[in-house]
């Protein structure tokens, strides 16, 4: 198997390829891996809705794991910001976790603004075909705003937060998602099983 991925700084690298075959690990999970890749604003939902899909997947007996923007930049990405440069390198690492995730044979739910369509092409870039499952969120800057569940657009508003999606710095969305949900006509427990839906008809999910 062979990935697409950005050249190492270190020589004399040899990718590895285990003794496991893609579908030796789907037989053993009952499913096949992918990356659900839920991307909208703060305050859309991404983590609420990957959240309640993660929740439906393990009763089902899937092995998934929800990938949460703010739980990574507590450890693997604690040292990057917010500025451009710094969004890119954020999304560039947890594209390479999530797709050795999916390469165990896992369901990873990536909730990550990931504003910038060039770095969610390049994750799209690193999967196999099917593997890569754009959830596009899409939850008007209004009702996101009004929500506002961590203070952020008000202190955003307020001068405090510089580089803010969706205020000062840009929310490029998807031309073309695989999974469209449109949250102000949606419950979470709708919106959920739009995306369980979306894994079934798909074939990636074994029968429950």
């Known amino acids: 198997m062979v ?3 950005s ?3 270190a020589e004399n690298l040899t ?21 659900l890749w839920f991307t909208g604003l703060s305050g859309s939902g991404k983590s609420t809705i990957g959240h309640r899909v993660e929740r439906r997947l393990i009763e089902r007996g899937a092995f998934a794991y929800v990938l949460d923007g703010d739980n ?3 450890g693997l990405n604690s040292d990057l910001g917010f500025a451009p440069e710094d ?11 999530a797709r050795l995730f999916a390469d165990a044979g896992g369901l990873v739910l990536s909730a990550f603004i990931s504003p910038y369509r060039h770095d969610r092409d390049r994750v799209r870039a690193l999967m196999g075909p099917g593997e890569f499952i754009e959830v596009f969120v899409d939850t008007p800057l209004e009702i996101c705003e009004a929500r506002d569940p961590k203070g952020l657009y008000k202190k955003a508003r307020a001068g405090e937060i510089a580089n803010f999606t969706g205020l000062d710095a840009p929310y490029e969305a998807p031309t073309n998602p695989e999974v469209h949900l449109e949250t102000e ?4 427990d709708e919106a959920a099983a739009s995306v ?12 429950s």
Not at 20 to 34: I, P
Not at 185 to 188: G, I, K, N, P, W
């Open 185 to 188: 006509r949606l419950s979470v």
């Open 72 to 74: 990574v930049r507590h």
């Open 7 to 9: 050249a190492p700084k």
């Open 87 to 97: 969004r890119v390198e954020n999304i560039r690492r947890i594209g390479e976790v």
């Open 3 to 5: 990935f697409a991925m």
């Open 196 to 207: 369980v839906r979306y894994l079934e008809e798909h074939d990636i999910l074994g029968e």
């Open 15 to 35: 990718w590895h390829a285990g003794e496991v075959e893609k579908d030796a690990r789907a037989a053993a999970h009952g499913h096949r891996g992918a990356v």
